[in-house]
C-alpha cells in the first residue's frame, strides 16, 4: 500500500474546526472575518474549478492558516445579525437586487 500523503495546513485547519464545532452544538455556524490576502501576482479568478482552489489551498501555510479569524454565531447571535439586517437596510431587506444610494447613505448614518 502507498502511505496517503500528509495533509495540507488547510485541510488540518479545517479538520480541527469541524471538530470543534461538532463539539459545541449551541453553534450554527461562523462569519469569516479576517481571511488570507492574495499574493500580488495571483490573477484575479473568482471561478468555482475545484482543481484551482484545491491547488491555492494546498500552497497556504500553517501561519497563514492560522491567521484566519471567524465569529462563531450561535442562534442567538444569528437573530440579531437578522435583526441589524433589516434594521439597516430597511425595506430593501429582502431584496435581490438592492440599491445603495445617497439618499440610503443620509438614512444609515
Do not use: C
Not at 46 to 57: L, M
Not at 87 to 96: K, M, R, Y
Amino acid at each position: 500500500k502507498e502511505a496517503a500523503a500528509p495533509k495540507s495546513p488547510y485541510d488540518l485547519y479545517f479538520d480541527r474546526r469541524t471538530k470543534w464545532l461538532n463539539e459545541h452544538k449551541d453553534i450554527d455556524g461562523a462569519l469569516l472575518i479576517r481571511g488570507i490576502p492574495r499574493d500580488d501576482d495571483e490573477e484575479e479568478d473568482d471561478s468555482d474549478d475545484e482543481g484551482k482552489n484545491d491547488a491555492r489551498n494546498a500552497r497556504y501555510t500553517e501561519e497563514q492558516m492560522n491567521s484566519l479569524r471567524f465569529i462563531m454565531v450561535s442562534k442567538n447571535r444569528a437573530t440579531l445579525l437578522e435583526a441589524m439586517r433589516e434594521l439597516v437596510l430597511g425595506e430593501q431587506a429582502n431584496d435581490s437586487f438592492m440599491m445603495f444610494n445617497t439618499s440610503f447613505s443620509y438614512a444609515v448614518l
